[in-house]
């Protein structure tokens, strides 16, 4: 329906860049045609037409160094630090440059800048690179236009508006997002125009953790896999979070070691960062003793570690690493690799990635016959809320567990003196 449109743009596009440029442009698939490498083809243009051409051009993917994943900044801190010299003005540049990246994280910057990319093209064919960087309420909508036009989704028009407000910010000009075309507004008009039913999801359910920690695995993968699906569900967790948890993250008897006998036999795990703690204040999720033994999954846990050899390292210094990811334990559900007898062992680099979780969640609910068309790596935290919620768990205590942003600034006030309440999640599931 939008082909002859995108074709009619995109022959716009490679007319304005002309014989000598049009031969190298690199196309990008999606609804928008999009330049890959337009800063490049677009430098000579931009530098005679718009006016901040530098920042329109600027890549905001480098980040900083400081950047990293595990929170490990302290080497190269000393570093910068050394190699700046002790002036104001370099000292301010450097926190400019190192610094005030980290106030979006990586992935962010690289959908904003994927789409800003879009806006050049854009400007290219539509002749208004002197007028993207400021940009005002005129042109965005004559952009938005255009776009709509092409077949882009709503979610691809609020990440392009996205992406322009984060480039007037980062150049500190004004955004054209204002006053009758405040954000608010815009995102409604765009969603009554295309808005879409989302794909029907489920959450997993009591009775498929029920299942799945009776289940008695085959392999150490089936065995890796029950385990991820049942610690993310209970532990109201994203696959990403999984993912980076590592083997020292989870704690046998961290309560009862605190001198409360009551919770002998019961574990935490702490998570270093999630979506809504960017600041890594960290979370502790508490799983219980089961009153059946066979659907311990702290004692689960304990055997995968035995069988997979993944127990934390005696020199693991978890406890004063504070906030920083442990470089040298083994993560909680590992990437495995099979041997030439059949057996399945650690993969060399067994780091999994969100990707690699959510394959687990899917793998063991087919294990116990479930059809996983309408599952995903988010149907665990969908589940582990939902149970939680019909056992009428409070709502700031279950935030708690999942990390969820409602209420945080009442949470921040919370200091349970006794965990029984963190339980309160895990006990939903009456195992």
Sequence with gaps: MFTTYRLDFRGSVTLALGPTLAPQASWSKGAIPTLTNAPDLLLPAARAQCPHWRLALLDTTDGSPLDTPHGHYEPIMADLARATPTTVDAMSQAFTDMIIPLGSARNTRLK????????????????????????DTRTLQAMLWDFTAMGASRSVLKSVVDS????????????????????????????????????????????????????????????????????????????????????????????????????????????????NDQERKGHWMRFGKSADPELDLNFQHGLFMDLAGTRPRTHCQAEALKG??????????????????????????????????????????????????????????????????????????????????????????VRLTNPDRLYDTWRAFRL
């Design 324 to 413: 920083k990811q442990c470089l040298c334990c083994h993560p909680l559900f590992p990437k495995l690799l099979k041997r030439a007898d059949g057996s399945w062992g650690l993969h060399p680099t067994p780091q999994p990635s969100a990707a690699n979780v959510t394959a687990m969640v899917i793998a063991s609910l087919r294990m116990i016959g479930v059809d996983t068309t309408a599952f995903s790596g988010v149907c665990c935290r969908m589940g582990g809320l939902t149970v939680a919620t019909e056992a009428g768990v409070p709502e700031n205590i279950l935030w708690m567990q999942s990390g969820h942003a409602q209420d945080r600034a009442a949470r921040r006030y």
């Design 164 to 275: 322009v407000i984060s480039r007037h910010r980062d150049a500190q000009l004004p955004s054209p997002v204002t006053g009758h075309m405040s954000y608010f507004r815009l995102t409604r008009c765009l969603g009554r125009l295309l808005g879409t039913q989302h794909p029907h999801k489920m959450g997993v359910t009591r009775d498929m953790i029920v299942a799945l920690l009776r289940y008695r695995p085959k392999n150490l993968l089936e065995f890796r896999n029950k385990l991820a699906t049942c610690t993310l569900t209970i532990g109201c967790m994203r696959p990403g979070e999984g993912a980076r948890a590592t083997t020292c993250c989870l704690v046998f008897d961290s309560d009862f070691l605190k001198g409360l006998p009551a919770y002998k036999d019961c574990s935490t795990l702490s998570t270093l960062i999630r979506k």
């Design 112 to 135: 904003a800048q994927r789409n800003w990319r879009s806006v050049l093209t854009w400007a290219v064919g539509r002749h208004t690179l002197d007028q993207i960087l400021p940009m």
